[in-house]
């Protein structure tokens, strides 16, 4: 069965204090690995795809990797606005032939002055 | 550039009527995407729409249904609501099925 899995659940930073958020994942037809931020009532806000093994990709304070297992979100020196919940999505081959979207359960960051 | 825009944000119902949701992509963008987002569920795929073709559908019941216009305007419809229905409901575009631009949500509560 198809499954993303975050963690950990919730992580408690100082501001700049560096750490990683973890996205492990079993699916078959693996077509993308998608990260998003979302900001309490606000709808998630696309970060990065990451599309092979060894991919990298960075933005400000944040960096993504990916392996044929798992992927990391790390955040460098992070700031309180970058408190947040992070999710992780992985998009497959749906059995129609279109796409399908795992979302995991999210990590909520929060980063203290 | 406008974003992707849903309506209405909120919306109080009673079990067992319907509901019809509205979904604007960012023009240009012909992928729609509908997701429920429940705080024990987490975000769950309903389906995806491509140049008014439903291409997949995720693990709800036949009471949750859908369709996008030539303008790729979606609309999402749920019959014979439900408690357990009582969601954000959350629209996302794509010009390419790649990266998704969310709307804010419909917030909908079931009583």
């Known amino acids: 069965e198809d499954q993303v899995t975050q963690s950990p659940e919730a992580l408690r930073l100082q501001e700049g204090e560096s750490s990683s958020l973890n996205c492990s994942y079993t699916v078959s037809g693996l077509r993308g690995l998608f990260w998003y931020r979302q900001d309490p009532g606000k709808g998630p806000e696309f970060l990065f795809t990451?599309?092979?093994a060894g991919e990298e990709k960075e933005k400000e304070r944040l960096k993504a990797t990916l392996t044929k297992k798992e992927s990391f979100l790390h955040i460098t020196a992070p700031k309180p606005e970058d408190s947040a919940t992070y999710l992780c999505a992985v998009q497959a081959v749906g059995n129609t032939g279109g796409f399908k979207t795992i979302f995991g359960a999210g990590t909520r960051l929060f980063v203290k002055a | 550039k406008a974003g992707v825009t849903q309506t209405p944000r909120y919306l109080i119902k009673t079990r067992g009527q319907q509901v019809t949701l509205s979904c604007s992509p960012i023009s240009g963008h012909r992928s729609v995407s509908w997701y429920q987002q429940t705080p024990g569920q987490g975000l769950q795929f309903l389906f995806e729409?491509?140049?008014?073709?439903?291409?997949n559908k995720g693990n709800f019941p036949g009471r949750f249904s859908g369709r996008q216009f030539s303008n790729s305007r979606s609309e999402m419809n749920v019959s014979t609501l439900e408690l357990g229905d009582s969601a954000l409901y959350l629209c996302a575009s794509s010009y390419s099925s790649e990266a998704y631009t969310f709307g804010s949500g419909t917030r909908l509560t079931v009583v």
């Open positions: 729409y491509f140049s008014e073709t439903q291409r």
């Open positions: 990451l599309y092979s």
